[in-house]
């Protein structure tokens, strides 16, 4: 089964940048569209970005656009999220997920999933 893991995340000032990583263990990545969602308290989580199996990234947050980008490393077998002029309203929980080849703009549709990173930012 494909385990994906998180990690990169932190307290960071508003206007700093972060990288959040999503790697996998046992399979390959390649053949999977890896989206970025995040979930902060009291909300529904949220697609945030997501880059298919042929290496096309959307953008499914209007509010990361300009700031996110998203790209993956065939070799490491991860793929990234770099973060960039973070603001106090991207604090949430991050998990990345897996569903086959195209990317997918709803959580449900996703099968696989990490245990998620926190990313808090705040002065």
């Known amino acids: 089964q494909l385990q994906l893991v998180e990690s990169g995340g932190g307290l960071v000032q508003p206007g700093g940048s972060l990288r959040l990583s999503c790697a996998a263990s046992?399979?390959?990545?390649?053949?999977?569209?890896i989206g970025w969602f995040r979930q902060a308290p009291g909300n529904e989580r949220e697609g945030v970005s997501c880059?298919?199996?042929?290496?096309?990234?959307?953008d499914f947050a209007d509010s990361v656009k300009g700031r996110f980008t998203i790209s993956r490393d065939t070799a490491e077998n991860t793929v990234y999220l770099q973060m960039n002029n973070l603001k106090p309203e991207d604090t949430a929980v991050y998990y990345c997920a897996a569903t086959p080849r195209v990317c997918r703009r709803w959580r449900d549709e996703y099968e696989y999933w990490g245990q998620g990173t926190q990313v808090t930012v705040s002065e």
């Open positions: 046992k399979f390959t990545l390649d053949y999977y569209a």
């Open positions: 880059i298919n199996s042929w290496d096309v990234s959307t």
